[in-house]
T-cell receptor, first 115, second 115 residues
Framework: GNSVTQMEGPVTLSEEAFLTINCTYT??????LFWYVQYPGEGLQLLLK?????DKGSNKGFEATYRKETTSFHLEKGSVQVSDSAVYFC??????????????FGAGTRLAVHP | DTAVSQTPKYLVTQMGNDKSIKCEQN?????MYWYKQDSKKFLKIMFS???????INETVPNRFSPKSPDKAHLNLHINSLELGDSAVYFC??????????????FGSGTQLSVL
C-alpha cells in the first residue's frame, strides 16, 4: 500500500546551519507530494508541494524536488532560523478507487534550532 | 476569520464518558476529514466526508461516529471513551474529492485527555 517514510528526529541545529530532512515514499499510482509544518500548539499548514516528477516545490527558503527514480522528496533549507523550529511532515496524496484522494503522512520530524 | 475551526480546543474527561468534537469550515469546500495524532505525532486519517456523504472510513472502532449535517460541518462523536483515545484530533477540509494536487486546510486541533 501507499506509505511515507521520513527520518526520525529530533533534528537539532544551530541557527544558519543547513537542513536536510529525508523523505521516501511508496505509491502504486502517481501521487502528489507535500511537506506540511506544524508549529507548537497549532494545526498543520502546507509548506510546499510538487505534483509530478522533477517538479521542485519551494517556499520560505525551503525546497524539495520530486524524484521518481529514487521515490524521494527530501526537504532542504540552506540556512535555518530559530523560527523554523517545528514538526515537519512529508505526505503523499493519491487517487483511490471511488474517485477520492487521501493524504498519507510520514511520522513527522521535529526540528529544534538553537541561537 | 478562521477557515477551519474546531471546538473545544481541550477536552478532559473520564473513561466511559461520551463526548463530541465539532468542526466547521467557511471555505466552501466539499470535502472534510478527521485525523488523529498520537503522542508521537503520527497522523492517521479516520474519516472523510464529501458533501455530507461518507467516502473514507478507516479502521476505526465503531465507538467513533462522524456526523455531517451539511457540507460545512463535520462533527465527531465518541462513545465509551477509553484511555487509548487520548490524542489530538484534527479536522481538515479540501475543495473537492479526487483533487490530489490540492492542499488540506487544518483546524488547530482538539487535545483529548481521557483519565
Amino acid at each position: 500500500g501507499n506509505s511515507v517514510t521520513q527520518m526520525e528526529g529530533p533534528v537539532t541545529l544551530s541557527e544558519e546551519a543547513f537542513l536536510t530532512i529525508n523523505c521516501t515514499y511508496t505509491a502504486t499510482g502517481y501521487p502528489s507530494l507535500f511537506w506540511y509544518v506544524q508549529y507548537p500548539g497549532e494545526g498543520l499548514q502546507l509548506l510546499l508541494k510538487a505534483t509530478k516528477a522533477d517538479d521542485k516545490g519551494s517556499n520560505k527558503g525551503f525546497e524539495a524536488t520530486y524524484r521518481k527514480e529514487t521515490t524521494s522528496f527530501h526537504l532542504e533549507k540552506g540556512s535555518v532560523q530559530v523560527s523554523d523550529s517545528a514538526v515537519y511532515f512529508c505526505a503523499l496524496s493519491d487517487l483511490f478507487s471511488g474517485g477520492y484522494n487521501k493524504l498519507i503522512f510520514g511520522a513527522g520530524t521535529r526540528l529544534a534550532v538553537h541561537p | 476569520d478562521t477557515a477551519v475551526s474546531q471546538t473545544p480546543k481541550y477536552l478532559v474527561t473520564q473513561m466511559g464518558n461520551d463526548k463530541s468534537i465539532k468542526c466547521e469550515q467557511n471555505l466552501g469546500h466539499d470535502t472534510m476529514y478527521w485525523y488523529k495524532q498520537d503522542s508521537k505525532k503520527f497522523l492517521k486519517i479516520m474519516f472523510s466526508y464529501n458533501n455530507k456523504e461518507l467516502i473514507i472510513n478507516e479502521t476505526v472502532p465503531n465507538r467513533f461516529s462522524p456526523k455531517s449535517p451539511d457540507k460545512a460541518h463535520l462533527n465527531l462523536h465518541i462513545n465509551s471513551l477509553e484511555l487509548g483515545d487520548s490524542a489530538v484530533y484534527f479536522c481538515a477540509s479540501s475543495p473537492r474529492k479526487g483533487a490530489t494536487n490540492e492542499k488540506l486546510f487544518f483546524g488547530s486541533g482538539t487535545q483529548l485527555s481521557v483519565l
